[in-house]
């Protein structure tokens, strides 16, 4: 009944995909699918994936892996979802391909998980160019744990581990400089685990994936915890497969219903704006309003906590130091006056995906009145989803009309 299920809306609902396949004894081992809202919304909020086997969701003990990312209104978005049989490598790589399929082989910027040995192979079979990256909400989850109780509770020390480890703004000698200092400081130079994860820092620790485009998306401790919640409101632990389904539908519309909601409001209102800035002026028409809040506070810094350093030039570009009174720290913007091409040090445009109070600060003082066109990124405006989006083979992908939604709802009505 399930696959029965996804192959009458493959043949109802233009781009819809999905693929299964079945053990020696004919039992459904994986399966895995995503319609075309799901696709569509992976070619605009693609860069970084986390993927995270849950938990059990049914009577037949099949995991379900949801593909999640960030939309433009910095809420988790669901790009495909799977169900496995078991954990390994090959259930891994079958997911992991059919993902890609899916996503005409278009692969993310950074793609995370959690430490499961069997991804540790999976992931680099099937994704060549992608940066594979540990989820850090499950890492600091163990820290209690592997410190013992008497540092954990009667100490500061996860507190200020958490502080260093999440801090992006961190270089990587500055990140070591920090760590060093804490495991010093508390005598943790013997324990194993805190060694072990220092030695793969590279694939879990913001600081070494700065230059990653927007590598940070997916840093914040809440977007995994608030995933596996969202969906454990709708799971039934002994439903069949149909039951899950009609369960995930459930969670799949409460989920759009809600992009659609903070789309009406972007579009039907303007932030109230903190500053004078021209530049704070424009981003509250252009950006989302979880966006423009983000991208406002960088406005109201810039005004309070930065002021000019030392400068320097080369044939085509000034070389600006802006001093941060709030970070206590120099940043260096380079500045081409002819294009307004601009990069910071902080690298949270790189990051984030939108610009910082240090080249807020150079630009507004040069009259700048708009964000250049070059840092204004689709992706967190409000006309993101209306622009026309092609897929890899040209042909236009249109958005989920009403009687595409109809067709599915008469299809799940059984």
């Not at 493959?10 to 319609?35: I, N, P």
Request: aromatic share 14%; charged share 25%; proline share 4%.
């Amino acid at each position: 009944m399930f696959i029965n299920q996804l192959q009458q809306l493959s043949e109802t609902m233009e781009g819809f995909y999905y693929a299964f396949d079945v053990d020696a004894d004919q039992c459904l081992c994986r399966v895995f699918w995503a319609d075309a809202e799901a696709r569509r919304n992976y070619s605009l909020y693609g860069e970084a994936v986390t993927f995270d086997p849950t938990y059990s969701t049914n009577r037949y003990n099949m995991i379900f892996s949801p593909f999640t990312g960030v939309d433009h209104h910095k809420k988790s978005v669901t790009f495909g979802a799977s169900l496995m049989s078991r954990e390994n490598d090959l259930n891994f790589n079958w997911i992991f391909e059919k993902f890609l399929d899916a996503m005409g082989g278009k692969e993310p910027q950074c793609f995370f998980t959690d430490q499961c040995p069997a991804m540790k192979i999976a992931v680099p079979a099937v994704f060549k160019t992608a940066a594979h990256r540990l989820c850090m909400w499950h890492i600091m989850q163990k820290v209690p744990e592997k410190v013992g109780p008497t540092v954990a509770k009667e100490t500061d020390f996860v507190s200020r581990l958490n502080s260093v480890v999440w801090d992006c703004d961190l270089e990587p000698s500055d990140f070591e400089e920090r760590w060093f200092g804490l495991i010093s400081e508390f005598q943790m130079e013997d324990n194993g685990w805190l060694s072990y994860m220092f030695s793969i820092r590279q694939r879990w620790i913001p600081a070494y994936y700065r230059d990653i485009p927007l590598g940070c998306l997916l840093r914040t401790t809440q977007r995994s915890e608030s995933e596996n919640s969202f969906f454990k409101r709708f799971e039934s632990p002994r439903g069949t497969l149909v039951e899950f389904w009609l369960r995930f539908q459930s969670a799949m519309d409460q989920q759009r219903y809600r992009q659609k909601s903070l789309d009406r409001d972007s579009d039907h209102s303007l932030p109230q704006t903190k500053t004078l800035l021209r530049l704070e002026i424009h981003a509250s028409t252009v950006y989302t309003h979880s966006l423009f809040y983000d991208f406002q506070q960088q406005c109201v810094d810039s005004l309070h906590s930065c002021s000019a350093g030392d400068s320097s030039r080369d044939a085509t570009t000034r070389f600006l130091d802006v001093e941060n009174s709030m970070f206590r720290k120099t940043y260096t913007v380079a500045l081409n006056p002819t294009t307004w091409d601009a990069s910071c040090s902080c690298k949270l445009f790189e990051r984030k995906g939108y610009i910082c109070k240090h080249i807020i600060w150079i630009l507004s003082g040069k009259g700048v009145k708009k964000i250049p066109d070059k840092y204004l990124l689709s992706r967190w405006t409000k006309n993101t989803k209306k622009m026309p989006l092609y897929d890899v083979n040209g042909q236009l992908m249109d958005d989920f009309t009403a009687s595409d939604v109809s067709k599915m709802h008469i299809s799940t009505a059984w």
